[in-house]
């Protein structure tokens, strides 16, 4: 039996909580992006979950800054609503779909993932969210299609780290069909049970739980079925560190670091690293789908 997010939540968490919901105004407005209710998946793990204030204050989201801290400080003038997402490329029904109109139908269920960064730290995130096939099963992806590919807003008036050319935005990220059709892969709406905070990528984020956490793009604008592998924006950056995959492998070290082993967020003083486990855990669930792949050249 899955613990749920309420029985494990940590004492800091109501108060942080509260302050999350008297800040979001656009609650009640907006349609149920997350439901204390959502139902637990059988995929989640029984890892217990990260405080809310570990995965709301220590955050890579460079469009606010490089600095984990600015995400939290700089995010919450990010208006979320309105939202749209433009889908299109190889898809039957392309559009420019209102985010009510994304999430319609698509059961939001909570799912407890690990999450590995490439930088080598890790924590477990309660997200609210549901398959990213359901989505792409409803628009109806043509034959020819062959990758997903996925972009960031781009707002330099809202975002402030847009201002630093050092990254080609908007940030990109993309997915093989069969690794965005796989039901481990879902479009997060929020967290413990709430709205998803801005600083992880509010209204509507990837969550792709074996790979390495920049392929989990946040804040999505746009969804392309295109019959190429797009282009990404850490591999545009450097592309011998950064490969397309980016599954996260602990026997592939990245050339500056090793991926052996991973420092989980939020043990305290004297919490220990772990290793890291091949796929981060999933590989009973996704190693089939790179059988015939030399993961050593698709890193
Ligand atoms: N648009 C966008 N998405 C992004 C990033 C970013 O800088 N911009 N950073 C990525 C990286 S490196 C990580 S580790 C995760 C962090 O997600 P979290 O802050 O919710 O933990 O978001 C990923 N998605
Ligand atoms: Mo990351």
Not at 16 to 28: D, E, K, P, S, Y
Not at 127 to 148: C, K, M, N
Not at 277 to 297: I, P, T
């Amino acid at each position: 039996m899955p613990l749920k997010w309420s029985d494990v939540t940590p004492k800091p968490l109501s108060l942080n909580r509260r302050q999350l919901i008297a800040g979001a105004a656009t609650l009640l407005a907006s349609p149920a992006l997350a439901r204390i209710e959502a139902a637990p998946s059988k995929y989640s793990t029984d890892a217990e979950p990260n405080s809310l204030e570990d995965i709301s204050t220590y955050n890579n989201f460079y469009e606010f800054g490089t600095g984990k801290g600015d995400p939290a400080a700089y995010a919450g003038g990010l208006t979320v609503d309105p939202w749209s997402v433009v889908i299109d490329g190889l898809v039957d029904k392309p559009g420019t779909y209102d985010l009510a109109d994304v999430v319609k139908g698509q059961p939001l269920e909570e799912r407890i993932y690990r999450f590995r960064c490439v930088e080598a730290w890790s924590m477990v995130v309660p997200w609210i969210g549901f398959q990213l096939s359901g989505l792409l099963e409803r628009v109806g992806v043509q034959p020819g299609a062959t990758f997903v590919a996925f972009e960031t807003l781009l707002r330099p008036e809202e975002m402030p780290g847009q201002a630093s050319p050092f990254i080609d935005w908007p940030y990109r990220e993309g997915l093989r069909l069969d690794e965005a059709m796989h039901p481990l892969t879902i479009l997060a709406t929020g967290l413990y049970g709430e709205e998803m905070p801005k600083q992880n990528g509010a209204p509507i984020r990837l969550v792709v739980p074996w790979k390495y956490g920049f392929k989990s793009i946040k804040s999505i604008v746009r969804i392309s079925l295109v019959d190429k592998m797009p282009l990404t924006t850490w591999n545009m950056l450097q592309p011998q560190e950064y490969g397309f995959y980016s599954n996260v492998n602990p026997k592939v070290d990245h050339p500056r670091w090793s991926q052996a082993s991973e420092r989980p967020l939020g043990g305290g003083l004297f919490a220990g690293r772990q290793d890291t486990l091949m796929f981060n855990g999933y590989e009973a669930e996704v190693a089939s789908m790179y059988a015939g792949q030399d993961l050593a050249v698709d890193y």
